[in-house]
């Protein structure tokens, strides 16, 4: 497939996450993509002069056959990024290039919040806050905007229970740390950045992307009710509750005996 990572300096992100939404919001289905503003990591792809510093990154993907990608991709790479590792790869050496960044026993946090459009005020907020809640918890925290479409709408919203599949865009601030004793401070950054991106979403949460219990607001209250009362039909007593959690409608809330 074509896919693969480019890099840009922060103080090129309000101009690169402008023009990406400009691409992406008419480009085709089997181009999927995100931007991200992270610590450049200290690789040898990476010039020193951004390694260890605050950058912004993008992820591409181009589902379908290499080559008729490139045309598609290259509006992208003419955004001019100063490392370009996009290219013809297995889809496995795409997803592994990300290993790196999600090492083993970091504490975390993290929100994913639906957004209608990528408006200029989004973006301008977005750029001004993110580089402060990234370097909360350096050098893994990672702060993203994803853009959706493609496959997720070409399914009609009520017949599934995956719902806001009108959403265009995912906010998803990733918060990465190492000592428990930064807790606070760091969920706390966390926090008050998505309620500054908060007038730009839609209130729904994307619950793979949510530590928190917001399952109403992921299915909305149609879809929660349905799925309520199949729980009350399958699974009266809440035996499989260890997940984001649909409660039946008339359990107390004390765990099941074993």
Excluded at 111 to 138: C, K, W
Excluded at 143 to 162: H, K, N, S, Y
Excluded at 165 to 186: C, K, Q, T
Aim: with cysteine; hydrophobic share 40%; glycine share 6%.
């Amino acid at each position: 497939m074509l896919a693969g990572l480019a890099l840009w300096p922060i103080d090129r992100a309000l101009e690169v996450i402008s023009g990406w939404r400009d691409i992406v919001d008419d480009a085709p289905h089997e181009l999927s993509t995100a931007c991200v503003i992270l610590t450049a990591p200290p690789e040898e792809f990476v010039p020193d002069h951004l390694t260890g510093q605050a950058a912004l990154g993008m992820a591409v993907m181009y589902v379908g056959e290499p080559e008729a990608g490139v045309d598609v991709v290259q509006p992208l790479r003419d955004l001019a990024p100063e490392v370009d590792l996009i290219g013809p790869m297995p889809y496995t050496a795409f997803q592994a290039m990300l290993d790196p960044s999600l090492p083993h026993g970091m504490r975390s946090y993290w929100r994913g919040e639906y957004m209608n459009s990528l408006s200029d005020d989004a973006i301008t907020t977005f750029t001004a806050h993110a580089p402060e809640v990234q370097a909360a918890g350096i050098p893994f925290s990672q702060m993203i905007v994803f853009r959706l479409g493609q496959a997720i709408q070409a399914v009609p919203d009520e017949t599934a229970a995956f719902s806001h599949r009108d959403a265009n865009y995912i906010f998803h601030p990733i918060s990465m740390w190492a000592d428990p004793a930064d807790d606070e401070h760091v969920i706390s950054v966390n926090r008050a950045f998505c309620e500054t991106m908060r007038p730009f979403t839609t209130g729904a949460a994307y619950l793979n992307f949510t530590g928190e219990d917001r399952v109403r607001e992921a299915f909305g209250d149609d879809k929660y009710a349905r799925l309520v009362a199949l729980k009350d039909r399958y699974d009266p007593d809440n035996l499989f509750r260890l997940n984001q959690n649909i409660r039946p409608s008339t359990h107390t809330g004390q765990p099941v005996p074993a």
